[in-house]
């Protein structure tokens, strides 16, 4: 597993919740944007889905919006790590 020390910090996503990873960063479009969405109805609502990517997932952002779930990316050395909950 990656290390996601800080990230947290660094947004508004609930750090106390349970949180579920998806490493995307090897798959080519529109994988990242298909297996994210694929995967966010099989998690519980109190679940934050921590997605690592090699860029801003930026067609995926407008669809998570239309599906109700909050988000905020955080821009690192090796990658983006995007943050994704349902607000409670």
């Known amino acids: 597993m990656y290390s996601i020390e800080g990230v947290f910090d660094r947004t508004d996503a609930p750090a106390d919740r349970p949180r579920d990873h998806l490493d995307v ?7 990242p ?4 969405l694929e995967r966010l109805p099989e998690l519980d ?5 921590v997605q690592r990517n090699d ?3 930026q067609f995926l952002l407008p669809k998570l919006e239309e599906r ?13 790590v995007t943050l994704i909950w349902r607000d409670a």
């Open 33 to 36: 944007l298909a297996k994210t």
């Open 68 to 80: 109700g779930y909050a988000y905020e990316s955080v821009e690192r050395e090796d990658d983006v």
């Open 45 to 49: 609502d109190e679940v934050v889905l």
């Open 55 to 57: 860029r801003v997932p």
């Open 25 to 31: 960063r090897s798959m080519g479009p529109p994988n």
